[in-house]
T-cell receptor
């Protein structure tokens, strides 16, 4: 089955700084989802990428899927305390379900 | 539509007791998924339904776990003879089969604590 590795496991950034979270797959990605989760709550959908080289942005968050479709990155520009949380990448496995990475914990210091 | 609803939000139970959780998906969605998430980990797939048919179950789903979706709408997840290792967040999600690009919508989860 597909496995996703996220890096870093956690990071602390100063408010206003940029940051990048990576998600690497053991297999070709046919659909890659990014979610955000606050502690103890459900998952909030951020973006979904399907095509190699695809890039999507929403507010200050940009996600990319590399050409070989085995790695995705999530970039946050000018981080704010509201960006704090757990970021999860999920791979669409055969169109039947999502398989998730372990998540990246982001803390933003103000 | 208010999204995916899960009930209860929190459940504390004594070891050995049975618990049941409910999930109401987005009404237009024909697929419903159950996941389990422990602290510091991503959600782990348990099972999913398309309409009322249970199409896949994970090896994580022991015999003490059973899920149903009798009319193809809401679903229940029951855990019998709970153990401390069952303590986790149980997440429900729904989607529309064949429209993967539209994504999976998750509920707020049910946090189970077994004491």
């Amino acid at each position: 089955s597909q496995e996703l590795e996220q890096s870093p496991q956690s990071l602390i950034v100063q408010e206003g700084k940029n940051l990048t979270i990576n998600c690497t797959s053991s297999k070709t990605l046919y659909g890659l989802y990014w979610y955000k989760q606050k502690y103890g709550e459900g998952l909030i959908f951020l973006m979904m990428l399907q095509k190699g080289g695809e890039e999507k942005s929403h507010e200050k968050i940009t996600a990319k899927l590399d050409e070989k479709k085995q790695q995705s990155s999530l970039h946050i520009t000018a981080s704010q305390p509201s960006h704090a949380g757990i970021y999860l990448c999920g791979a669409d496995e055969y169109g039947n379900k999502l398989v998730f990475g372990a998540g990246t914990i982001l803390r933003v210091k103000s | 539509d208010t999204g995916v609803s899960q009930d209860p939000r929190h459940k504390i139970t004594k070891r050995g007791q049975n618990v049941t959780f409910r999930c109401d998906p987005i009404s237009e969605h024909n697929r419903l998924y159950w996941y389990r998430q422990t602290l510091g980990q991503g959600p782990e797939f348990l099972t999913y339904f398309q309409n009322e048919a249970q199409l896949e179950k994970s090896r994580l789903l022991s015999d003490r776990f059973s899920a149903e979706r009798p009319k193809g709408s809401f679903s229940t997840l029951e855990i019998q003879r709970t153990e401390q290792g069952d303590s986790a967040m149980y997440l429900c999600a729904s989607s529309l089969a064949g429209m993967g690009g539209l994504g999976y919508t998750f509920g707020s989860g049910t946090r189970l604590t077994v004491v």
